[in-house]
Structures are given as structure tokens and as C-alpha cells.
């Protein structure tokens, strides 16, 4: 897998998969088209982690656009960083999460081959598809963070006891996005 090729080594990971009724292209396709905003539930909450950083009035006039789809999600600091059509695609983003703001920074694919900048972290997030038969097959995400340095680590810890079961339930919402989208093709 492109993931474990670009992190093997991570600090902490969140996994999640979902049966698709559906082709792996199909699938794959959806991925690419998913309008993740469109899930009341995933705009609330991306709302609620930005909302520290619009009340405090650090970050540029960012908000979530009327969708959200992977290749929209650059305003927001992530990436694109690697691919496999139809199975694997890895998203990047860097920075202290931490923070009000976000400290996000989008990263580059020769970023990643130097060390982690003092003070912050890297996460790579990917959707992977196996095929289970003919007609459908496994939609997986996977999160991974590595943090630079101890300091960053256990700020990040803090951060991510809070954060990780809103970012559970989003990963999840977004696999079944993905599933609805990829199934009504059919």
C-alpha cells in the first residue's frame, strides 16, 4: 500500500472500511466526485473544529465551500500526494494541529522526504479498495500522524483525545458517502 510506503512509522492511526455493493472503478470513482459537505453532519462538525480559529480571527476568511470534495479540500491545506487508480488514493497535510488556527500548511511530495519541522506534525490519510467480488469490493481510510519531537507529541495526544471521535465519525460518514454515491451508479 502507497500508506505504509510514505508513513511506516506513525504515532497514532485511525482505521475504518466499509462494504460497497459496487465495482472497484465505480468506487474509485465516487471517491473522486464525493461531495462530503453535503452530509449535514460532516459540515457541522468540520464547522465546529474551525470555529476556535474564525472566533479568534487567525485564519483567513476560509470556510466550507458549497462542496467538498478531495480536490476542494486544498483550500483547506490538504493535498493529493500519491495514487494508484482504482486502489489507493493518500492524501498529506502538515502542521500544528493543535492550535486554534490549525497551524496547517499544505505540504509538498519532496517535504515528505525530509524530517518532520520541529514543533509539528504530518498526517497521511488514504481511501484503499480491495475487490471482494465482481460486484463489490472494501472502501478503507486510514489516518495516520507522525509527530517531529516529543513536545509535539504530547500536544498532539492532547488534541487528539478530543478531536478523534468527531474524526472517527467523519471518516465514517465520508466512507458512506462514498458507498451511496458509488452504489446509485450502478
Known amino acids: 500500500m502507497l500508506l ?22 465505480r468506487t474509485y470513482a465516487a471517491i473522486k466526485r464525493a461531495d462530503f459537505a ?3 453532519l460532516v459540515r457541522a462538525l468540520l464547522g465546529i473544529r474551525a470555529l476556535p480559529a ?13 462542496n467538498l470534495t478531495l480536490q476542494s479540500a486544498e483550500h483547506f491545506g490538504f493535498f493529493t500526494l500519491a495514487e494508484i487508480q482504482s486502489t489507493e488514493i493518500v492524501i498529506a497535510l502538515q502542521g500544528k494541529f493543535w492550535t486554534v488556527s490549525g497551524g496547517t500548511e499544505c505540504a509538498t ?8 519541522a520541529p514543533g509539528t ?15 463489490s469490493c472494501r472502501l478503507a481510510t486510514e489516518t495516520r500522524v507522525q509527530c517531529a519531537d516529543a513536545h509535539s ?3 498532539f495526544r492532547v ?4 478531536v478523534r471521535p468527531g474524526s472517527g465519525l467523519i471518516r465514517r460518514m465520508m466512507l458512506r458517502t462514498i458507498r451511496d454515491l458509488a452504489e446509485r451508479a450502478d
Open 121 to 135: 506534525a504530518r498526517a497521511v490519510w488514504n481511501f484503499s479498495l480491495q475487490p471482494t467480488s465482481g460486484s
Open 159 to 162: 488534541y487528539w483525545l478530543f
Open 38 to 40: 453535503a452530509n449535514p
Open 4 to 25: 505504509d510506503d510514505l508513513m511506516p512509522e506513525y504515532d497514532v492511526s485511525e482505521y475504518h472500511e466499509i462494504r460497497v455493493q459496487s465495482s472497484v472503478d
Open 109 to 116: 511530495r519532496d517535504a515528505l522526504d525530509k524530517p518532520i
Open 153 to 155: 507529541r504530547r500536544r
Open 54 to 66: 474564525r472566533l479568534s480571527g487567525r485564519t483567513p476568511g476560509r470556510s466550507l465551500s458549497a
